[in-house]
């Protein structure tokens, strides 16, 4: 019967209300049955693993980050980023880690995050030589080590058919990172409480921010309280559409075309600003996802669960057009019970 008591049972409702924040079962199971559809009309339920033939199965849950950004490192507007092996002693981590740090002349922050993981889960920012150890030192899976790129954030889709020489955009999503501005009379958890924006994941930002909660910011002080671009922790996503032109499709095309066998993903990307984005310049590559990637502008909150459906239905669709095409050229697609195994080993590790 506290505010906070009050505030936090509203948040728990419109999670109920929202679709957005329902589990992703629910939110794929139309999908699912049209996959099963798609994969009878083109008489292979796997044919979307071919949508990628330069990735072990296309891509699917529980791939590799560093075997997907291998394919795009011999360029510059890739995040320098160096993985870690789970084999390895934990001083032998930090030191593997320092190593990066100095050779690519790098100073804190940098992200660590594991190397087969998806909605940020195990993303962290270090800011400091302790995080850093006290991170590498309880990590049981090989981790990325990646530099720290400012800017705005933004996912954006790409394919292209195997038979046409440049691709398109489906969609573009920008992450806004989430902040409260302060009054100069309550505290960071008044603020987050109080906040639309916020109220929604209420629990895991009072949670995030345990440390900072009881400080009372200035007068128009803005605190960021989620520094992840991920939906799941916090970042308001907004359909970016009004970003694709002509520049950029071409931009992406190019980075794109530089990996062998890549026709299908989502790359998740930081610019300095959204007009540089527009002119397909100063893009920075952090991570790139395969062919279960989502196009997540579903989550700008204009679209209902039906138009996300539609969205995430047309993406499969495009995923085994490619991957008809690929077959024709002679790629073989991944067997149905492998693809089922790795599915239950990445359903595991969450």
């Given amino acids: 019967f506290s505010y906070r008591g009050r505030r936090l049972l509203l948040s728990r409702f419109r999670r109920l209300i929202h679709w ?161 501005e302060g009054d100069g009379q309550k505290t960071i958890e008044e603020l987050i409480l109080e906040d639309d924006r916020t109220l929604n994941l209420a629990k895991y930002h009072l949670e995030e921010n345990e440390e900072q909660l009881y400080d009372v910011p200035a007068e128009d002080e803005k605190v960021c309280i989620a520094e992840l671009g991920s939906h799941a922790r916090g970042a308001v996503f907004e359909d970016g559409h009004q970003h694709i032109t002509q520049a950029l499709v071409d931009k992406m095309s190019d980075i794109s075309g530089s990996a062998k066998g890549f026709y299908f993903g989502r790359f998740d990307i930081k610019v300095p600003s959204s007009a540089e984005l527009d002119e397909g310049r100063n893009i920075k590559i952090i991570e790139v996802n395969g062919v279960t990637s989502e ?27 490619i991957g008809k095409i690929n077959r024709d050229r002679g790629a073989k697609a991944t067997p149905v019970f492998p693809l089922l195994k790795r599915t239950f080993t990445a359903l595991s590790l969450h």
Wanted: glycine content about 6%; overall charge positive; some cysteine.
């Fill in 20 to 180: 957005e924040y329902w589990s992703p079962i629910i939110l794929y199971l139309p999908v699912f049955f049209y996959v099963i559809y798609l994969g009878i009309k083109y008489r292979c339920l796997t044919l979307f693993t071919l949508a990628n033939p330069g990735l072990p199965h296309g891509g699917f849950a529980g791939e590799s980050k560093t075997e997907i950004l291998n394919l795009f490192d011999k360029n510059d507007f890739v995040a320098k980023f160096y993985c870690i092996k789970s084999s390895a002693r934990p001083e032998e981590k930090i030191e593997k880690a320092h190593h990066f740090m100095k050779e690519n002349d790098l100073s804190f922050p940098v992200v660590l995050k594991p190397d087969i993981g998806q909605r940020c889960r195990g993303v962290k920012i270090m800011r400091n030589e302790n995080q850093m150890k006290e991170y590498l030192s309880h990590a049981n899976e090989n981790v990325i080590i990646q530099e720290y790129i400012s800017g705005e954030e933004f996912g954006i889709f790409y394919y292209r058919h195997p038979n046409e020489p440049k691709g398109n955009i489906y969609s573009i999503t920008n992450k806004n990172l989430v902040s409260v």
């Fill in 295 to 321: 196009s997540i502008n579903i989550y700008d909150p204009k679209y209902s669960f039906w138009d996300a459906q539609k969205i995430l239905m047309k993406q499969w669709k495009l995923a085994f057009e």
